[in-house]
């Protein structure tokens, strides 16, 4: 199969000019606007060092409160099910 036009790496379809993943990069810049696609990837793709401790920092800050949240959904479950250490006032509420 011959080779896509735009990256020249991947297998395109016979009939078609482009690989699956730059036909949908050029769907998108069809959807939107080239000039807003391009200011989303310098946005996004290219950073500085502290940008990028920054985002590393967030994503797993991102990550940790996930596991938290996990945790204590299980805890509460488990203490809605384990009902042998509570007292009386707390059953009735």
């Known amino acids: ?45 290219t950073r500085d060092n502290k940008q990028i401790g920054f985002k590393i920092n967030q994503e797993i800050k991102k990550i940790l409160n996930k596991e938290i949240e996990e945790k204590g959904q299980e805890q509460e479950e488990i203490n809605k099910t384990d009902s042998s250490y509570m007292t009386r006032s707390k059953i009735k509420k």
Do not use: V, W
């Open 1 to 45: 199969m011959p080779l896509c036009y735009y990256c020249e790496e991947q297998q395109r379809p016979y009939f078609g000019y482009y690989c699956n993943d730059c036909s949908m990069l050029r769907r998108l810049l069809l959807i939107n606007s080239p000039q807003k696609c391009i200011d989303i990837l310098k946005r996004t793709l």
